[in-house]
């Protein structure tokens, strides 16, 4: 799976699914998720739920400066 996420984020996909949010922020699924959401990432598309991976970069880099 890591490589799968790895591989799309070398294509640069700026959009990641739930599994590869999880695995790139090292959280579980419901923590991973709150995350997405309060770093204001959260892009729905129909029914399906993705993940702005820049939002999320730029979250990261605002808690850390900190």
Known sequence: MRE???????GNSRL???EQLREYT???RNSA?????EAGAKVKIGRR???DLEKVN??????TEE
Do not use: Q
Request: proline share 0%.
């Open 4 to 10: 799968r996420m790895m591989n799309s984020m070398r």
């Open 16 to 18: 990641l699914d739930t």
């Open 26 to 28: 090292n959280l579980g």
């Open 33 to 37: 998720m709150k995350f997405g959401e």
């Open 49 to 51: 739920v993705l993940w």
């Open 58 to 63: 730029a979250y990261i880099s605002k808690l």
